[in-house]
């Protein structure tokens, strides 16, 4: 085998012996290297130093269990991490959020093995480029809220199912129909009050202006300001479209351009509706992921 081969070869055992003890010297000597000319080379090949790939890809395994109901504290240690708090500590630096956020948004899958030969690993197929937005101001949005448990993925059918129950009974189209609201761009935001809950509220709502008054039968959500990378899905001809269907959007946003982007999740995450999100000619929608610059 040449050199990329045999480097490859080792990222499909460290994920084979993920949960097993694995140092510089036991996979060098499985490569048939010296360890100084295996994590030269790398180094070189991969971006990072041998260990810091195996603590990433580790993490990465972790992320794939979160909704699987576990404690996060057992998830942990069968990753290799002693206590509760440096795994939290660890997840937050890779991903730019903490488990608990993540457990709410991306989709688990487990972790594809990366080849070494493909180029442009993470520019995907369902995105354009995220357009940053420096400062977007705090608003308020009127709707209605459901309670959801992430746990086995639920969140994937509870939200688009809430979105439907929304539209066909009525409530979306009595809300747009009231004095106070702004425009009639729909939101969906996702939020997390309580990072020690298991569960996160996620709020399908409109705009409303400041200052007027709310009628009792709607609950109301002020949206803090902050910066956003905003993304715009794909086009879809799906008759009842939702950016969280499926989950890949929103699992490429937490499980490979979050981690690579210098940002750490920092907000309230929400997805915007407006005209294009019913276009005969392919639907999209914005979503927007609350930003700020990671710590080194």
Known sequence: MNHSDVLQEILRYIDVHIKEKLSVEILAQRAGYSPYYFCRGF????????????RNRRLAYAAAELSSGRRLVEIAVDYGFETHSGFSKAFRRYFGCPP?????YA???????PVLK???QFVPSCFS?????AKRAAFKIAGFPITINPQNRENYKAIPKFWEECKTGGKLEKLHGESFIRNHVEYG???????ESERFVYFIGVEANSGQNIPDEYDVYTIPEA????????PSYEENFSSIKGGDKWQFIFSE???NSGYEFDGTAFELYDERSTSKTGKVCDIYIPIAEREL
């Not at 180094?43 to 195996?54: F, R, T």
């Not at 910066?227 to 794909?234: G, K, L």
Request: proline share 8%; hydrophobic share 45%.
């Open 100 to 104: 608990e956020v993540y457990r709410a």
């Open 257 to 259: 351009w979050l981690p």
């Open 129 to 133: 480029e995220p357009k940053i937005i």
């Open 118 to 120: 493909e180029k442009n």
């Open 43 to 54: 180094q070189a090949d991969v971006g990072c130093s041998i260990m810091e790939y195996v």
């Open 107 to 113: 989709a688990f899958d487990i972790p594809k093995l």
């Open 189 to 195: 935001a996702c939020i997390i009050e309580n990072p």
């Open 227 to 234: 910066a956003f990378a905003v993304f715009t899905t794909s």
